[in-house]
């Protein structure tokens, strides 16, 4: 038996058990239709219909209190794909499944949350902000996990509003990753008693270090992350799909970045660890980033930039925890 689950600040959730992951195809499939019919019920909140499962400019914002739940995934079949995950990413083979990669299992579930009926922010479109996970204790192939998602923490931010969505791996009925993707949806309006953040102080002008690699990120590095992640968001895949949303070319996916700076810190990271990155601006494909990967008495820092204008993509942390 399930037990019951709550968001971090104690609500509750309703858990709903799916028989497997859901494919990301289709979901991003009906995260289309999704946005059209949220925006249709903003645009046109007076016809009948519309606003059951689009809200409208006078309905505030609300979260389903729904968690996914998806248990006995079978990770044994999955050694051909984790070593396509580790060469692309530059993670050393292994066994051991990294953060990222446990990312990458977990995300379908989290992006099926967010394609409900009840979930009032369009999936296309929204920023993805930053991460924060934590690989609570080494997970191995042949291990059966249990994957659950949900969302929380609907909040206001200076350009719209800003949410959550966790996700959990567990295995041998304990808590193995926890994982929270924070997301931007422009243009929305949070409820009346989530509390706004004050806007960020004004910052100078960035110096970065000096760097300890340098990428080389060819054009279709958008495509061969979407191909092993199966994160097939059109922004990513080529430059005419890209400009549909308003970007000159296709950009790098985000996690690709943060999981490729993840396996530069290396086997020193240990066996748990807690990973964070906020997202600055997006990697335009093809591209040189510098990274700078640096150590204190904490763990790790990393950093990656456009060194032609100075201008940072994202930074991060990674600090050991003690495994059990």
Known sequence: MTAALTTSTGEPLDVESLPAVPGLGGLYARGAAAAGRI??????PAIPGLGSSA?????????????????GVQ????????RDYQRLLHEPGAD??????????????????????????????MVHLANDASLLRPVTVGEPLEVRAWSENLRAHRRGVTVDLVAEVHTDGELA??????YLAKGFEAPSTAEAPADPAPRGDWVPPLPT?????????????????????PIHLSSLSAKAFGFPRAIAHGMYTAARALAEVGPQRGSAYRWTVDFSRPVLLPS?????????????????????????????????????
Do not use: C, E
Request: proline residues 7%.
């Open 75 to 82: 990770t044994a079949g999955l050694r051909t794909h984790l």
């Open 177 to 182: 990753w926890h994982g929270v993707s924070t």
């Open 96 to 125: 051991a499944l990294p953060s990222g990669y446990l990312h990458v299992l977990a995300f379908p579930l989290a992006t099926a949350v967010m394609v409900r009926g009840d979930f009032p922010l369009p999936l296309l479109g």
């Open 213 to 233: 690699g340098r990428w080389a990120l060819p054009g279709g590095t958008g495509r061969a992350y979407a191909a092993i992640s199966g994160d097939r968001n």
């Open 39 to 44: 925006a249709a019920g903003r645009a046109l």
């Open 55 to 71: 809200p409208t400019d006078d309905a505030p914002l609300a979260l389903p209190r729904t968690a996914y739940r998806v248990a």
């Open 288 to 324: 040189t980033v510098d990274v700078a990967i640096t150590a204190d008495d904490h763990g790790f820092a990393y950093v990656g930039w456009n060194s032609g204008r100075q201008s940072r993509h994202f930074a991060g942390t990674v600090a050991p925890l003690h495994s059990r």
